[in-house]
């Protein structure tokens, strides 16, 4: 009887093994099986505050099952204007981009109405508006009070926090956008609500790397030249040991050599800026040229591919109907 009863308690537990065994590789298969649905849709993960990840993707698996974590993210700023060509044309070139896309302000001229989004940007940039995850305020979208035109279009992706800064994580970056019409929004100081919230948020990412997206160049050879009223920004993100900033405002493309917050080179350490307001609106020639540039290119219409990659940063000008004008990779602090 013992050995009987032994025997039986025996083959139930094989039983019972089995078939969680079985639970456990379906489940696994689903699991599976969704990852890779939402690697090749590029499903974002829901916006919010500060690291929520906004518009990332499920990293790919590489050789050997490696994680791939690069991010490409591409766009400019100064772009839809109805009685010029230039937005269809960079419109164009993104709609060849994998990846996702930014602005970098002045999203609709003459005033950023809730009509110059319709008329202007919908038929332009507006063809990519699902992947356009980081969008950026300009003056021109604040000339319309409150810039209600801009918010209304952009929705939850322009104030996830209901103010028009935010930031988010993309594969290992953390990316900041923040708000250069400072007048309008407080003040861009370290004691403004918008410098108060980029303290906070610079010290609660642990990302290596780091990239900011505001309108108003600090430094700039274009028609409206420096801008000191960012200054504090650049403060704020040199202390924090960001790698690079991508600008609008004067609408030419120029980058610069990595440097500190006073201007000067600073190799490694230094804050490479990059400003590209090649969009689509009127393009202007280059007034002076700023200390530090080194690379101009005026009059072309254009988009700037980046390339996140886990410890370092490609970029590429890509002028509309040319090859690239401008490229390069930097290591991140």
Same mark, same amino acid.
């Not at 993707?57 to 010029?84: E, F, H, K, N, R």
């Not at 602005?103 to 508006?129: E, K």
């Given at each position: 009887?013992?050995?009987?009863?032994?025997?039986?308690?025996?083959?139930?537990?094989?039983?019972?093994?089995?078939?969680?065994?079985?639970?456990?590789?379906?489940?696994?298969?689903?699991?599976?099986?969704?990852?890779?649905?939402?690697?090749?849709?590029?499903?974002?993960?829901?916006?919010?505050?500060?690291?929520?990840?906004? *518009?990332?993707?499920?990293?790919?698996?590489?050789?050997? *099952? @490696?994680?791939?974590? +690069?991010?490409?993210?591409?766009?400019?700023?100064?772009?839809? $204007?109805? &009685?010029?060509p230039g937005a269809a044309k960079t419109s164009d070139l993104l709609l060849g981009q994998a990846g996702s896309f930014f602005t970098a302000g002045d999203n609709a001229y003459q005033d950023g109405s809730t009509a110059n989004f319709a008329d202007c940007y919908v038929t332009t940039w507006g063809r990519v508006l699902d992947r356009t995850i980081l969008p950026a305020a300009g003056n021109h979208d604040w000339t319309t009070a409150g810039a209600a035109g801009y918010l209304a279009y952009f929705g939850a992706k322009a104030a996830p926090l209901g103010v028009t800064w935010y930031s988010t994580d993309l594969g290992t970056w953390h990316v900041?956008?923040?708000?250069?019409?400072?007048?309008?929004?407080?003040?861009?100081?370290?004691?403004?609500?918008? *410098?108060?919230?980029?303290?906070?948020?610079?010290?609660?990412? &642990?990302?290596?790397? +780091?990239?900011?997206?505001?309108?108003?160049?600090?430094? &700039?050879?274009?028609?409206?030249?420096?801008?000191?009223?960012?200054?504090?920004?650049?403060?704020?993100?040199?202390?924090?040991?960001?790698?690079?900033?991508?600008?609008?405002?004067?609408? $030419?493309?120029?980058?610069?050599?990595?440097?500190?917050?006073?201007?000067?080179?600073?190799?490694?350490?230094?804050?490479?800026?990059?400003?590209?307001? +090649?969009?689509? @609106?009127?393009?202007?020639?280059?007034?002076?040229?700023?200390?530090? &540039?080194?690379?101009?290119?005026?009059?072309?219409?254009?988009?700037?591919?980046? +390339?996140?990659?886990?410890?370092?940063?490609?970029?590429?000008?890509?002028?509309?109907?040319?090859?690239?004008?401008?490229?390069?990779?930097?290591?991140?602090?």
């Amino acid at each position: 009887m013992t050995d009987r009863g032994s025997a039986t308690r025996q083959a139930g537990l094989l039983v019972v093994v089995f078939v969680a065994t079985i639970a456990l590789l379906v489940g696994g298969r689903a699991l599976l099986s969704q990852a890779a649905a939402n690697r090749s849709t590029g499903t974002p993960s829901p916006p919010g505050s500060v690291g929520a990840g906004l *518009g990332s993707s499920a990293p790919s698996v590489g050789p050997g *099952g @490696s994680i791939d974590q +690069t991010v490409v993210i591409t766009g400019a700023g100064d772009i839809a $204007d109805c &009685s010029l060509p230039g937005a269809a044309k960079t419109s164009d070139l993104l709609l060849g981009q994998a990846g996702s896309f930014f602005t970098a302000g002045d999203n609709a001229y003459q005033d950023g109405s809730t009509a110059n989004f319709a008329d202007c940007y919908v038929t332009t940039w507006g063809r990519v508006l699902d992947r356009t995850i980081l969008p950026a305020a300009g003056n021109h979208d604040w000339t319309t009070a409150g810039a209600a035109g801009y918010l209304a279009y952009f929705g939850a992706k322009a104030a996830p926090l209901g103010v028009t800064w935010y930031s988010t994580d993309l594969g290992t970056w953390h990316v900041i956008v923040l708000d250069s019409d400072c007048a309008a929004v407080g003040g861009c100081d370290a004691r403004s609500p918008q *410098g108060l919230w980029l303290k906070k948020d610079l010290a609660a990412s &642990s990302a290596h790397c +780091t990239l900011a997206i505001w309108h108003h160049p600090r430094f &700039s050879s274009g028609e409206h030249g420096n801008d000191t009223e960012v200054g504090p920004f650049w403060d704020q993100l040199h202390a924090a040991q960001a790698e690079l900033i991508i600008n609008g405002h004067d609408h $030419d493309y120029e980058r610069f050599a990595p440097q500190d917050p006073s201007g000067k080179v600073e190799r490694p350490g230094g804050l490479r800026e990059i400003v590209v307001g +090649t969009g689509g @609106s009127e393009l202007r020639t280059f007034k002076v040229q700023a200390a530090n &540039s080194e690379f101009r290119e005026a009059g072309v219409y254009g988009v700037l591919r980046l +390339t996140l990659h886990p410890a370092n940063y490609d970029w590429e000008f890509l002028p509309v109907g040319g090859d690239i004008a401008d490229s390069g990779s930097t290591p991140c602090h």
